[in-house]
């Protein structure tokens, strides 16, 4: 059983679109991120979320919008898509001092 | 959260200890040590952590120096499987932190056979 999973994978879509990821976490966990990893392998925070409460927002462009409809999904939904949205997007969820992290959806925007 | 200096690579022979430093010379008394590693292509995965006493489980050991101003983390029998990007973080576990990792550029380990 997958413990933080992702969809999609993968997601090639063009400037301008509206376009949503999905995560879901099957731990019971309270604390939920949205991290990104950009063409430079740079990992960044973008949003964590508590008990379905926005904690963390790292001056992410008001474009993106994270949504958690109960605690065990945070979803990202991004706006108006731009070329420099490209990048690897990774969901984690937190156990104690312990992050779990999913495979990543790679977003293309052409 | 204090900055950490790693390495920017590594190289390992399969079988042998690897031994990855990292410097946290601005690290507070209440921040945690984090490792966590990223094999290509997938999410980055929990190693170890400590704050002051050197640490083991199953994946790896944690050594801290007594200033904990560095620590070293220790791959004890690498393996081709151990080659990713290394992350040491320096986390203020409590507060508000609420967990958040600030990655830096980490440290590449190859395994060669």
């Known amino acids: 059983d997958t413990a933080v999973s992702q969809t999609p994978k993968y997601l090639v879509t063009q400037m301008g679109n509206d376009k949503s990821i999905k995560c879901e976490q099957n731990?019971?966990?309270?604390?939920m991120y949205w991290y990104k990893q950009d063409s430079k392998k740079f990992l960044k925070i973008m949003f964590s979320?508590?008990?379905?409460?926005?904690?963390i927002n790292e001056t992410v462009p008001n474009r993106f919008s994270p949504k958690s409809p109960d605690k065990a999904h945070l979803n990202l939904h991004i706006n108006s898509l731009e070329l420099g949205d490209s990048a690897v997007y990774f969901c984690?969820?937190?156990?104690?001092?312990?992050?779990?992290f999913g495979q990543g959806t790679r977003l293309t925007v052409v | 959260d204090a900055k950490t200096t790693q390495p920017t690579s590594m190289d390992c022979a399969e079988g042998r200890a690897a031994n990855l430093p990292c410097n946290h010379s601005?690290?507070?008394?209440?921040?945690?040590v984090y490792w966590y590693r990223q094999i290509h292509s997938q999410g980055p995965q929990y190693i170890i952590h400590?704050?002051?006493n050197n640490e083991t489980n199953e994946m790896a050991s944690l050594i801290i120096t007594e200033d904990r101003k560095s620590s070293t983390l220790i791959l004890p029998h690498a393996t081709l499987r151990d080659t990713a990007v290394y992350y040491c973080?320096?986390?203020?576990?409590?507060?508000?932190?609420?967990?958040?990792?600030?990655f830096g550029q980490g440290t590449i380990l190859t395994v060669h056979p």
């Open positions: 984690a969820s937190l156990r104690g001092r312990e992050a779990f």
């Open positions: 731990l019971g966990h309270d604390t």
């Open positions: 979320y508590n008990n379905k409460e926005l904690i």
């Open positions: 601005t690290i507070s008394g209440n921040e945690y």
């Open positions: 400590g704050l002051k």
């Open positions: 973080i320096a986390l203020n576990a409590g507060g508000t932190s609420y967990g958040k990792l600030t």
